[in-house]
T-cell receptor, first 110, second 115 residues
């Protein structure tokens, strides 16, 4: 059974710092891995999607990497801003469903 | 925005009642998946509908049921509501081919509170 773990559960950083969020999964037989952002009480906003054959994806200040063999992904956020404060979820895609981690709650202090 | 819409936005029910949540898929999509997200947790897969038939189910009891209509919109029905059913319910639509997987696009969710 696929288990997805995100570390740390919560993170607080000053504005301007670069930071890394971690995601690990137990079954490497995945189709893709996706990082989402979720603001309090809101739905999911897709940030980056990495296909199983890819190693990384970049969008603006965000970079996500995928190492399927070790069951790990990282989300790198450069030059963090207070507007980046949210919960970040990673999810791995099987044939039908997506398995999510519990998320990392990020607070960026001005 | 993904083009996936859900209604209602918020809903309050009492224990034992029944509820129906609705999802309108993105144009061209033939598959809809439903997820339950309890407070402080990641979303949990409830079930998926593909071409109007259930195509996979997570660890949820039979009182959670669904429908997918010819226009690929969908309903999630929950009978005999329990307090633990209080959560954000998310639907995700996608285009699924006969073989292979799909990329899911999420709606904004319906917040259900059971008192």
């Amino acid at each position: 059974k696929q288990e997805v773990t995100q570390i740390p559960a919560a993170l607080s950083v000053p504005e301007g710092e670069n930071l890394v969020l971690n995601c690990s999964f137990t079954d490497s037989a995945i189709y893709n891995l996706q990082w989402f952002r979720q603001d309090p009480g809101k739905g999911l906003t897709s940030l980056l999607l990495i296909q199983s054959s890819q190693r990384e994806q970049t969008s603006g200040r965000l970079n996500a990497s995928l190492d399927k063999s070790s069951g790990r992904s990282t989300l790198y956020i450069a030059a963090s801003q207070p507007g980046d404060s949210a919960t970040y979820l990673c999810a791995v895609k099987a044939i039908r469903d997506m398995r999510f981690g519990a998320g990392t709650r990020l607070t960026v202090k001005p | 925005e993904t083009g996936v819409t859900q209604s209602p936005t918020h809903l309050i029910k009492t224990r034992g009642q029944q509820v129906t949540l609705r999802c309108s898929s993105q144009s061209g999509h033939n598959t809809v998946s439903w997820y339950q997200q309890a407070l402080g947790q990641g979303p949990q897969f409830i079930f998926q509908y593909y071409r109007e038939e259930e195509n996979g189910r997570g660890n949820f009891p039979p009182r959670f049921s669904g429908l997918q209509f010819p226009n690929y919109s969908s309903e999630l029905n929950v009978n005999a509501l329990e307090l633990d059913d209080s959560a954000l319910y998310l639907c995700a639509s996608s285009f699924k081919r006969e073989r292979g997987t799909d990329t899911q696009y999420f709606g904004p969710g319906t917040r259900l509170t059971v008192l």
